[in-house]
């Protein structure tokens, strides 16, 4: 039943003639005046419930400030403003005031009683004035929850007929889930005096009679000849459980495919014998594809609580929480194996070669994903799948490892991957992941002799990275045999201790390091004596060392050459404190020890030109620390005294007077 609106507005014009002097209006406790009638409305009965606001009454406006109309299938709300302008609303009778507003009920009174038996009598309900607006208001939690589920119906109706084209369930899911994917055990019985015991296969459900193995030792079934894990009873749990997930591809139309994900349990009980074997589909994920380039994934989950027309509710399962993984909300798992051909015949997947990439990785995989990414590269996935790349496909599937390391407008192999045709079998033997090829492609690329043993030889000795540079002056060759004859020396003279280990890694970085020192001293790199010293260690200290000593020459060299002008012109003093400007870098050290603060690093600082240390000394003590000065951009950015401690007064009017006397001058000629 719909409320008839235009009559319902006629009806609400029903004023309380009540006395202005009665003593309810001034109660605390009482905000509202409630009434109600019972109407002939549209052809139906309505029950009309008035509130009268208290403080309205008292000046004299008895018109109602709500009006519920409430019917058996529908309710409304006419509010009317102190103006006297007038709308609808749909809220319910707590949330008139506000949203859910706990204090508006108890706040309402009964002018009479006949209003509290007329609301009870219509919802058939108790006539109890304290309970009854609460009822009413549970009545039209009622109505609410109906219509919601009269819309949910409608709207999941199409849920409903979309999984209707579902296929069925393979019969043969659970056999097949048992034979590939869960894991069976050999119960026997432990008994320490005899060598053989009696064990029961939970695969083929036989007796046998074996030697007496060690608890989770793997074995084969003598009877069934199956894969199965010792377990002696003694040792069972109660209650033991294994849980699996399995992704089933089945055909919708040509241009659909559906990935259901079902979640397989095998529980074993203690003291029994049988299995108990469950398999529970709780997603499907529709994936489409109406141009085959493009696809999209339309994701459902089967909520057994969903009161609808279907249990199947769109989106994916909830169930992880904080960041942590959740078994039954997860989509990686096993793939079906049977009728997987027949399922993506004649759809834009027919060639992704679903099969290969899952039997060479071995491991569990998100299908729906692998199939949306199949279509951005389609041959590129197909031809490296086919000819064994599984981890280069992997990182272009599920890890966006799709980059210029590889060029999917060829057809053939070794351009696919950027390298010689000499290469793909050697990097298919290393199971080469983007990352490793895109190495193996820098030495293709300066065409690098012995590039095949070099990289294994990193891969044996745990090396990472080894600069292409270096091969600008040595052949592959004979930078691995002098690596081999420096590493017994680097061990002698680099022993380990808690902070570093000496390893090949170290000693090959130690080495590179060495050789770009060198280069950028001009050093003639064809000279043997130069490019492969008897101790590169030693070679490595010696010639690290000589570069910070011309680095800090050339650093004390900048750092006078910032005072040279400015000293000049920067002197201050008066009858208790001057300003003296450094002369050498290691005042600013000797300054910052002396007053425990961090300017001795400024030196750099002041080198490259970005601030300026001054001192403040006090006239009787010219050469005791005292304060610490630093100007930046041409103004005082700093004031420190002993333990980075607030300058005095006097110290502060003395530096003032020197920014604006001193400072500008002196900077000019700086």
Not at 84 to 92: T, Y
Not at 131 to 151: E, M, N, P
Not at 550 to 555: E, G, H, L, P, S
Not at 608 to 627: A, Q
Request: hydrophobic residues 35%.
């Amino acid at each position: 039943m719909k409320l008839d609106k235009r009559a319902c507005r006629h009806a609400a014009n029903v004023p309380l003639h009540i006395s202005l002097n009665a003593g309810v209006l001034y109660t605390d406790r009482v905000k509202y005046l409630v009434t109600a009638a019972v109407k002939l409305l549209g052809g139906h009965w309505v029950l009309a419930v008035y509130f009268y606001d208290c403080e309205r009454l008292k000046a004299n406006d008895r018109m109602p400030k709500w009006v519920v109309f409430q019917g058996k299938d529908d309710f409304a709300t006419l509010e009317r403003d102190a103006a006297g302008n007038v709308k609808w609303r749909d809220a319910m009778l707590t949330n008139l005031t506000g949203y859910y507003s706990g204090s508006f009920l108890p706040a309402c009174v009964f002018y009479k009683k006949t209003g509290c038996h007329t609301i009870a009598r219509y919802i058939h309900v108790e006539a109890n004035p304290t309970l009854v607006l609460k009822q009413l208001d549970r009545y039209q939690q009622d109505i609410r929850d109906r219509q919601a589920k009269i819309r949910r119906y409608k709207r999941d109706a199409v849920v409903r007929d979309k999984m209707r084209r579902v296929p069925q369930t393979p019969a043969n899911l659970k056999r097949w889930a048992d034979k590939h994917i869960m894991p069976h055990y050999l119960f026997y019985n432990y008994n320490n005096g005899r060598s053989k015991t009696q064990a029961r296969c939970t695969y083929c459900e036989k007796f046998s009679v074996i030697e007496r193995p060690k608890n989770n030792d793997v074995l084969r079934c003598p009877k069934c000849g199956q894969k199965v894990i010792a377990k002696a009873q003694g040792k069972r749990a109660a209650y033991h459980e294994d849980r699996e997930t399995c992704q089933i591809i089945r055909q919708i139309s040509p241009q659909e495919l559906v990935v259901r994900i079902y979640k397989l349990y095998w529980s074993y009980a203690k003291g029994k014998d049988t299995i108990r074997k469950s398999a529970y589909e709780v997603m499907r994920i529709f994936v489409r594809s109406d141009n085959g380039k493009d696809a999209t994934m339309e994701p459902y989950y089967y909520d057994s609580g969903y009161d609808s027309v279907t249990h199947w509710r769109y989106g994916y399962r909830p169930g992880a929480l904080f960041g942590m993984a959740c078994f039954s909300s997860e989509e990686t798992g096993t793939v079906y194996l049977p009728g997987l051909e027949k399922a993506l015949q004649g759809t834009p997947w027919e060639y992704c070669a679903l099969r290969q990439f899952y039997e060479q990785t071995g491991i569990p995989m998100q299908v729906s994903y692998y199939l949306k990414m199949y279509l951005q590269h389609p041959l590129l996935v197909e031809r490296l799948t086919k000819v064994g790349y599984k981890n280069i496909v992997s990182d272009v599937v599920y890890r966006n490892g799709f980059s210029d390391a590889l060029d999917e407008t060829q057809t053939k192999t070794h351009r696919i991957l950027r390298v010689q045709k000499e290469d793909v079998s050697f990097l298919r033997e290393k199971n080469a992941d983007m990352a490793m090829l895109k190495k193996y492609q820098s030495y293709v690329a300066i065409n690098l002799r012995g590039r095949k043993e070099l990289f294994q030889w990193k891969i044996d000795n745990k090396v990472a990275e080894i600069s292409t540079d270096v091969f600008r002056y040595m052949t592959a060759e004979k930078f691995m045999h002098y690596m081999e004859a420096q590493l017994p020396i680097y061990c002698d003279t680099r022993p380990a201790n808690r902070y570093r280990e000496p390893t090949m890694k170290t000693l090959v970085t130690m080495y590179v390091d060495y050789l770009h020192m060198c280069r950028r001293q001009a050093y003639d790199m064809k000279d043997k004596s130069v490019l492969f010293p008897k101790n590169c260690a030693a070679a490595h200290d010696r010639e690290a060392e000589r570069i910070q000593k011309i680095n800090d020459a050339q650093k004390k060299k900048a750092f006078c050459m910032a005072y040279a002008g400015f000293a000049r012109k920067a002197a201050l003093s008066n009858k208790e404190l001057q300003i003296v400007c450094p002369k050498q870098a290691n005042d600013l050290v000797d300054e910052g020890k002396a007053l425990h603060h961090c300017v001795g690093g400024y030196i750099d600082s002041v080198a490259e030109g970005r601030s300026l240390i001054v001192f403040v000394r006090r006239v009787e003590e010219p050469k005791k620390p005292y304060v610490t000065v630093e100007v930046r951009d041409g103004k005082i950015a700093q004031i420190h005294g002993d333990h980075n401690s607030a300058p005095t007064e006097e110290v502060q009017k003395f530096v003032d007077l020197w920014s604006r006397k001193v400072l500008p001058i002196a900077l000019q000629v700086a």
